[in-house]
Every structure is written in C-alpha cells, then in structure tokens.
C-alpha cells in the first residue's frame, strides 16, 4: 500500500516578495501592499511589516500608526497572477494532483513519487531549490501524511521554511505547536477552549467528541476532535469536482466591519479575474465562502444568465452573496470568492447583439494584463472606487 504524502506549499510574503523581484530598492523598506489612504486596507504585508505587528486585513490607518514610514504600494493582481501561474506549472511537474487554494499555496498529493524525486524531503527541497532558480521566488514546503499535518507544518517552519512530520510524531508535533497555533483555532475559540479549563493540547484529546460537540457546536467540536489528533478534518478535500478559480484568506483577528470585508472582497474579485484573463477562461458563476469563529462554514453562488466578464461584475456579486449570509457585527474567520463553471474560451458562448458593459471592462484589464506582462506598470483607477 502507497503511503499517503502531502505536500502544502506556500510562497512566502507573495506580493511583497514579487514587487520586490520587480523594484529590488523596495528589499529594505517596511513594505506594504495596499493604498495609503487611512480607509484602505492592508492586502499583504513583507515580513519586514510583519514585524511591527502589521497584518493583512488590517486598516491601513492601523499599519500607519505602528510604522509611519512603511511604504505602501498599489496591488497588481495581474502582475501577482502570472506569477503564480508560473509556480503552479512548475508545481505540476511533480504532482498530477494540484489543487490550488488561493493565488499563493497549494496542495500537492506526493503519494508514490519517490522514484522519480527522492524521499519526500529530498522531493520537497527539490521544489525548493526549483522554484527559487526559475521564478527567483522563495517558497515553504510542510509535508505530512494528511493535508492538516502538511498545512500546519509550512506555517511551522516559515519563511524558506521546509518540515516533514511523519505519521508517528503527529501527536508529538500537535503538542510542540500548541492550542494558540492549531490551525483553524482563532482568538475567540482560543478564549471558549481556556473558559472550558483546557490548557493544553493533551488536555484537548482527553475530552471525547461528544463532548466537545456540547460544548463548542457541532462543526467546531467535531473539528477539534480531529484536529487535536492530527487527522484531517476534510477542510480542503471538499473542492469542487468541476474546473474552478478561486482565493480565500483566513484573518489573524476576526474582522467584524462591513467596510474591511468588502475592500477584502474587492481584491479578491481583482485576483480571481485576472487568473481567469491569464489563463484565457470565461466562467458562469461566482461562489463565496463566509466561515465564522465556530467554524461554521457557508458556500453561496449565484449563476447569471450571461458569462462573468469583469472584476466589478465578480465584485458587486460577491457584495449580494455575502449580505444572504453576513449581518452587521457578526465576525468572520475566513472569506473566499471563487468563478465557477470555468470553461476556454476569451468571450461570451453566445454573442449578443450589443456588447455588455462589462465586456468592455473585461477588455480594459486584459489590455492591463498584457502591459503588465510586458514589464510596463499600470495600476488602474477603478481599483481606487472603494478606497476612496
């Protein structure tokens, strides 16, 4: 029987590190990606900004306050896409099993590939050493027998960071990285879990998952059940079977402001539509994903009656989905927008007999694209509507 092998692989501080590869002056400021307006949001953060504190999601407002001199530079999402369509091609020439979580990790299935790259370490530095000398991008690589185990483990060992956890020390490497950095355990299930005298991770596995269902729910009892015993609670496995785009971000502190998780969505519509203009696709339905501090987990879509054509079109999609399923105050874990029914092709299955608006902004940012492609740095005004 194959032994299961995982490997999670994240590129570290991306859009930091990719205007870094493009203005290499950028390498020692405290470097931030977002507008510099108070209003605006923080969409990534060098590890520089990490340290003083600075997170993504957080108000700009916030990061300037902790570091007055940080530079803040516009997001180029098409700029990020390519890329990241460069690591993943490579990601592919060692897995026929990808899947692709977000515009920066990945999953690959490793299962009975030692014959052609080595042991799962050896393998795992092999990517490394890959991805570096092709894309000058630097990545962190967990590997585990499960997809938890191979996730906790990039987050261990970061940046440039790579861990392998065997199926024997699971537990032993649960406890090593404790209750505060149990993947998917926020700060208020952090507080539920210290409330109900769980000090521990070993204190965690003492309770059975009846009753950890009683006491924290259903989704997150079962969750923790799991998870405290480094098993795979199925988190990832459930993608969609059908050709899919899609991005998510989980937040360091729960975000509760309508204003931040729809400039969070706006991005996130910017990056799964420039995906879509570099992989040459159209697709039908946008899907997001709201997941709250009890784990509970929402998938709403809509599915238009013509094609999806713009950033906008995906964002103002997006904004409805999340108001079917959000109300003003209630804190958000997670969000995720996603294009589904994913299909070739660069305009509409049926043409109309006058062109959408939206295929007219469509144009504009695969116009975008292609000038970013070229090296020529263009950062559009319409990504300034809601930061303004």
Not at 96 to 101: A, E, F, L, R, Y
Not at 310 to 317: K, N, T
């Amino acid at each position: 029987m194959i032994e299961p092998v995982y490997f999670h692989v994240d590129l570290d501080a991306f859009y930091a590190a990719v205007e870094t590869l493009d203005h290499p002056e950028y390498a020692d400021e405290v470097l931030v990606i977002g507008g510099r307006s108070p209003r605006s949001v923080v969409a990534a953060a060098s590890y520089k900004a990490r340290s003083y504190g600075i997170h993504s999601a957080m108000p700009m407002g916030q990061a300037l306050r902790l570091c007055p001199h940080l530079l803040a530079v516009p997001p180029r999402m098409e700029r990020y896409s390519q890329e990241s369509r460069r690591v993943m091609a490579i990601l592919h020439r060692f897995s026929p099993s990808v899947q692709q979580i977000s515009i920066d990790e990945a999953f690959l299935d490793m299962s009975g590939t030692s014959r052609l790259f080595g042991l799962p370490r050896e393998a795992g530095a092999l990517l490394k050493e890959t991805v570096k000398a092709e894309t000058g991008l630097v990545i962190s690589v967990g590997i585990g027998s499960n997809r938890l185990i191979a996730k906790m483990a990039s987050d261990y060992d970061k940046p440039d960071g790579l861990c392998r956890v065997s199926p024997s020390k699971h537990l032993a490497f649960i406890d090593a990285v404790g209750l505060k950095k149990l993947w998917g355990v926020g700060k208020v299930t952090q507080r539920a879990i210290a409330e109900a005298g769980i000090k521990t991770t070993a204190d965690l596995r003492s309770w059975d998952e009846e009753r950890l269902k009683r006491r924290f729910g259903n989704s997150m009892g079962h969750f923790l059940y799991l998870a405290v015993r480094g098993e795979d609670p199925g988190i990832f496995s459930e993608e969609a079977k059908s050709r899919s785009i899609s991005t998510e971000t989980t937040f360091a502190d729960d975000i509760t402001s309508e204003e931040l998780l729809h400039q969070v969505l706006l991005s996130m519509s910017h990056e799964v539509m420039f995906r879509a203009l570099d992989e040459k696709v159209m697709a039908r339905t946008v899907a997001i994903k709201v997941r709250y501090p009890d784990f509970t987990t929402y998938t709403v879509q809509t599915t238009p009656t013509t094609p999806i054509l713009s950033a906008s079109q995906v964002y103002e999609h997006a904004k409805a989905l999340l108001a079917q399923r959000w109300r003003a105050g209630m804190p958000v874990r997670l969000i995720g927008v996603g294009l589904h029914q994913v299909y070739d092709g660069e305009r509409p299955l049926q043409e109309e007999l006058f062109e959408d608006p939206h295929e007219k902004e469509r144009k504009l940012e695969q116009v975008v694209l292609e000038l970013q492609k070229k090296g020529t740095h263009v950062f559009k005004a319409t990504n300034l509507k809601e930061r303004q």
